[in-house]
């Protein structure tokens, strides 16, 4: 009878918390199938790596033809080869997110979205995840293609699988904070491209998109691995690639503490903007 009252009585109220998340899992599903509706798009973006990947293919395949022993550093031609897929499908499949926030600042758009039911934070977060999660599925799926073509399968370790999806959501997540904080700075400033175009050079640079930092010359090849940008690119493919332990563990730390600083940034950004929307009125 007990059960049978239970059972004929009102739905229970999830709770508050399972009731925010559940609105911020509809927000990436949204994104989600929005960008697979312009997937043609985004493949036609992603058309980009084939020719990334080729040229770097042809360029190191040269190198190693005139280095003795078949290696650089620790890295074989297989190794690199696929370590460059995989750092170019994290880098070619960036979402513009700075741009969003910046045309949401500028048409006044934002003072409409900050009267919704949840954090304008963790709905652009939401949003940006659905959105990069087709971008970093096709371009996978484009440069790995490449590699096994031209390289044969990939030296995967089963540790080096097991963290890869962590070290991955990590280094999206970095780049989430730093593409939403310059995308705020619209408030203050006519053009936030500019620092869009800085950071993308950065990364692009000292993030390992070229060739593995643990190649560059000392003491370049030092600094640029303690700086933050290694946690985006290098880091995580070095550990898919070639899983070692002690670097795992420095990663995650070296992840954690620049998110965390990336955090109080962005917070800090946004509650001063929000201040301005107040003041201002929209």
């Known amino acids: 009878m007990a059960q049978a009252f239970r059972m004929a009585g009102p739905a229970r109220k999830k709770p508050r918390r399972l009731r925010q998340i559940g609105k911020y899992w509809a927000i990436f599903r949204m994104s989600l199938a929005s960008s697979i509706a312009y997937i043609s798009e985004i493949a036609f973006r992603a058309v980009v790596v084939v020719a990334l990947m080729v040229i770097f293919v042809q360029l190191w395949e040269t190198t190693y033809s005139a280095q003795p022993g078949g290696r650089l550093g620790a890295f074989t031609l297989r190794d690199i080869i696929w370590y460059l897929a995989l750092v170019e499908t994290l880098a070619t499949s960036v ?80 780049d989430f904070s730093a593409l939403f904080a310059i995308g705020l700075l619209a408030f203050w400033t006519e ?72 955090g109080l940034l962005v917070a800090a950004v946004y509650r001063l903007a929000v201040r301005r929307v107040n003041i201002n009125g929209g």
Not at 115 to 136: E, K, N
Not at 145 to 162: H, I, Y
Not at 220 to 226: C, D, F, K, Q
């Open 191 to 262: 053009e936030t491209e500019s620092f869009a175009l800085i950071y993308s050079r950065l990364v692009l640079v000292l993030g390992g998109v070229l060739v593995p930092l643990e190649l560059f010359p000392e003491p370049l090849g030092s600094i640029a691995r303690a700086l933050p940008f290694a946690a985006l690119l290098y880091g995580p493919a070095r550990t898919i690639i070639k899983f070692d332990l002690g670097q795992f563990v420095g990663l995650l730390a070296q992840q954690g503490l620049t998110l965390a600083a990336l």
């Open 95 to 174: 979402s513009p997110l700075n741009r969003r926030v910046d045309g949401e600042v500028r048409s006044g758009d934002l003072a409409y979205l900050l009267g919704r039911p949840c954090s304008y934070v963790f709905y652009q977060y939401a949003y940006y995840l659905g959105d990069r999660v087709v971008r970093l599925a096709i371009s996978g799926v484009i440069a790995c293609m490449v590699a096994l073509v031209f390289v044969g399968p990939p030296p995967l370790s089963f540790w080096g699988l097991l963290a890869g999806p962590l070290v991955i959501f990590l280094s999206i997540s970095i």
